[in-house]
């Protein structure tokens, strides 16, 4: 027999690099091979009840671009039977990457060949002296392991879990858990001391990977810093994909203006005068303080969306909103519409109640009864009903950040550059199936040395008026952005995401049918997610610099954790449904009615849902034709145990926990993981720049109190000079330029689609494609999600539907599974891979 193995070079090694330890592995490999295979037959011997292997020296054989063969001939003894898997050891000097190894019965491939899949890298043996295994694509349920297989796929997982000792190595596949304890950084400086989230009823959160590094000095309790965040091997970027993420250089943003900032070579408090100041970031470019020296040469790289200027210059592509419609931010119709088919579709909800009250302790927080009354809004929908008849009739709507946000006012208005409120925002829909804002309100709770204080704004043709619903909006806007980033995206993607990795690396071997569906799901999500620890949602970090709440915003985060997140409602029918924005009909398309028929993300996202769920049913009823299959996997029910009891441990008692008892509850959780790392992702993702890469449009702080706000003394703060200068004054509310100029680029970033990107859909995993009916099934999928894309288009071209086609409308496509690299605003990933 003859055997195959394809190792794929690394970008030095394509580029023809010398190295002197692959010079000395060439020549080594010449003798003796430098790469060790043992291959295993699927059953035991059965005189010695060992496992049948047959090992061979791979010796280095062609070059073909970035691919090199290695080749060994073997003869397996007639009673070997079939081969399931192989143990590897290398033996370069350097770890490699292993992409498959093919076995063939002789010298040409024809029909007798099989393919044994890894994709995984592998470390020279002076790192790690154990032999790795790597199975056939064929998958195997616990219980129909063959015997030659057992110990093996036991021992596969065991090294998996580690210890749970010791500091984590670069080279290192060990998955577990922590806590978000590395957030903070008390040992540079202790305003940057941040609390443990995870692990307490304080700061409930999900987990992340545990990484092992020593306790800080000052704090104990947290984790001290290091120059890079531990990740599995394995859950590392490509290179293709190193690359164009630094070359988007994200990196160049943190360490050359960051520091700056800290180091107060920058006011960050400098605001732009005017309009067509913010005009100038595309026409002309925001010059870089001529106090930034060194990094100069990096910062005008910042993002693709950058062009090529002057050293000391950052220059942006105009967002396609702007492009479109200059002024359409303005619109109030924009700022409805966007609530809908904008980034953070999944805020909106149906007022069920009037009046609208707060669930939040009176005592501590004031009055609970909204501002906004019946008279407000019968005022602003000029009589056409009643509010009564309204909410009945399903016609209001609401932004509703009060109860969330309010707790954290007080505290977010002891920093300097900042402010917060309470906010409810209140549409009414027309009958084209569109969004009208009609009020909003916003609270301060009561203190010691203040009242309560809550004001409602509404749109206005009187100037002051006007100029204060602008503020108003600017406040919302703000809050919106907020919980979108550090709630619809962050959490509910990323830091949930997560865990499902973990438990799923630990409990679910390599062979088990459910891994090899979910594993393309997880690329990359691992190392996005640590260097968002380092740089984004860290003290300090991005977040901090440029969001509202600043210091607070991962408490935030956890407070949204503790009293949002619930895993059966994050599949994306039962989330509609608890938001009010859809009600189960049998007679609907999906089984659903929704509450705007014209609700692009939900209308789009309905057809995507329905193709995984579809796919993934088919799937799963292959594996467990029987409800005892699911019930009696031990690999699969460990899976599940430890996502919710060490995962999401601080929610572990929950009831709302679905049991996997039958296949059609197995296919619902793995929907529900599949769409929210997918499909939610890409729908709170990839339209960033487009929406927020002008920020007038989506602000992420908004500095300064409303004009109109008063204290004890009846006195509000700045309302003479916002009379005489409103646009001054909006400024002065807006960001900052440095926290403006950051988040665009950072926003850039994450817009972007890398050029290996994998999307939903589009490619069969390759255990897939040797099982004929797997194979059918996902060609069924490929299919599907190639029509949705045309459904999708035609809704777009439909005037009819004006939250999609309007003059300068920009049209909805993040429901589009497929898109060429770059800042495409469309094309849904498989994984949370960026």
């Known amino acids: 027999m003859k055997a195959v193995a394809t190792v794929k070079l690394t970008a030095g090694e394509t580029l023809g690099c010398i190295d002197l330890s692959r010079v000395i592995d060439g020549f080594v490999d010449l003798f003796r091979g430098n790469l060790y295979m043992e291959f295993v037959g699927t059953e035991l011997d059965h005189s010695s009840g060992l496992e049948k292997t047959v090992a061979v020296n791979a010796h280095k054989k062609s070059k073909e671009g970035e691919d090199v063969q290695y080749e060994a001939s073997f003869t397996v003894p007639s009673d070997f039977g079939e081969i399931g898997g192989v143990l590897v050891l290398n033996e370069n000097h350097k770890e490699i990457f292993l992409k498959d190894i093919v076995i063939t019965t002789d010298y040409t491939v024809g029909e007798n060949f099989s393919v044994i899949t890894c994709n995984s890298w592998v470390q020279a043996k002076s790192t790690s002296s154990e032999k790795r295994i790597f199975f056939t694509n064929k998958s195997y349920l616990p219980s129909s392991t063959p015997s030659g297989l057992q110990r093996l796929r036991r021992k596969d997982l065991e090294a998996k879990r580690g210890d749970g000792h010791g500091e984590r190595k670069a080279y290192e596949r060990i998955y577990d858990y922590d806590t978000y304890n590395d957030l903070g950084d008390p040992d540079s400086n202790e305003d940057l001391a941040r609390p443990i989230l995870g692990g307490s009823r304080q ?93 100069k040469a990096l910062l005008h790289k910042l993002c693709n969306s950058i062009k090529d200027t002057a050293d000391d210059v950052l220059q942006f592509e105009i967002p396609s909103l702007i492009k479109n419609d200059k002024f359409s931010w303005l619109r109030d119709e924009e700022f409805a519409r966007q609530t809908l088919a904008g980034v953070n579709p999944y805020a909106i909800e149906l007022v069920k109640e009037l009046p609208l009250i707060s669930k939040l302790d009176p005592i501590i927080y004031g009055p609970p009864e909204s501002a906004i009354t019946e008279e407000i809004i019968e005022r602003e929908i000029h009589g056409e009903m009643t509010a009564s008849e309204a909410m009945q009739r399903k016609r209001l709507f609401m932004l509703d950040y009060h109860d969330l946000f309010l707790p954290f006012v007080h505290k977010v208005r002891e920093l300097q550059g900042t402010t917060l409120y309470g906010s409810r925002t209140l549409f009414f829909l027309k009958s084209n199936n569109t969004l009208t804002p009609i009020a909003i309100e916003l609270t301060r709770p009561q203190s010691p040395q203040n009242p309560q204080w809550k004001q409602v704004f509404t749109p206005s043709s009187d100037a002051t008026l006007n100029w204060l619903w602008r503020f108003a909006k600017a406040h919302v806007c703000a809050h919106d952005s907020g919980y979108h980033e550090l709630i619809s995206h962050w959490l509910r993607t990323h830091g949930s995401v997560e865990p499902y990795i973990i438990a799923g690396n630990r409990q679910l071997s390599v062979i088990h049918p459910i891994y090899r569906l979910l594993h393309p799901h997880f690329r990359y999500t691992m190392k996005i997610n640590a260097l968002a620890r380092k740089y984004l949602i860290s003290g300090g970090g991005i977040i901090e610099m440029s969001f509202s709440t600043l210091k607070y915003s991962m408490e935030l985060s956890s407070a949204a954790y503790d009293q949002i997140w619930r895993f059966d409602r994050e599949g994306l029918p039962a989330d509609l449904i608890k938001r009010g924005m859809a009600e189960k009909d049998s007679e609907a398309e999906h089984g659903l009615r929704l509450a705007i028929s014209d609700y692009p993300f939900a209308a789009d996202g309905l057809l995507i849902w329905s193709a995984i769920s579809d796919w993934v049913s088919s799937y799963v009823a292959h594996y467990y034709p029987q409800p005892s299959t699911v019930s009696d996997d031990v690999e699969l029910q460990s899976f599940w145990t430890e996502v919710r009891t060490r995962g999401h441990a601080d929610k572990k008692d929950e009831p709302w926990w679905p049991k996997l008892t039958d296949s059609t509850v197995l296919a619902d959780v793995l929907t529900t993981i599949i769409w929210v790392a997918s499909a939610h992702h890409a729908a709170v993702n990839f339209g960033q720049y487009d929406y927020g890469g002008y920020f007038p449009n989506r602000p992420t702080i908004a500095r300064t109190p409303m004009p109109t706000e008063q204290d004890i003394s009846g006195h509000s703060g700045g309302f003479e000079k916002f009379v005489e200068k409103p646009e001054e004054t909006l400024m002065e509310c807006f960001p900052s330029q440095i926290q403006a100029t950051i988040v665009m680029a950072v926003l850039d970033v994450l817009s972007n689609h890398s050029p290996d990107e994998e999307y939903l859909g589009a490619a069969a995993e390759a255990a897939w494609e040797e099982d004929s009916v797997l194979r059918a099934a996902f060609e069924r999928f490929n299919g599907r999600l190639k029509e949705i894309e045309g459904i999708i288009d035609e809704r777009n071209g439909d005037v009819g539907l004006r939250n999609r086609k309007g003059a300068g409308v920009l049209a909805y496509e993040l429901m589009k599974p497929f898109s060429a690299a770059g800042v495409t605003g469309r094309g849904i990933p498989n994984s949370t891979s960026i």
């Open 203 to 295: 700061y409930p959160y999900p987990r992340r990977c545990r990484t092992g590094r020593p306790p800080s000095h000052n704090d104990p309790l947290s984790e001290s810093k290091g120059s890079s965040i531990y990740v599995p091997r394995d859950e590392a970027f490509s290179e293709v994909k190193t690359l164009t993420f630094n070359g988007k250089t994200l990196t160049s943003v943190l360490h050359a203006i960051i520091p700056a900032v800290n180091s107060a070579l920058i006011d960050i408090n400098v605001g732009f005068k005017n309009f067509i100041d913010i005009d100038e970031l595309y026409d002309q470019g925001f010059k870089v303080p001529d106090n930034v020296h060194g990094p």
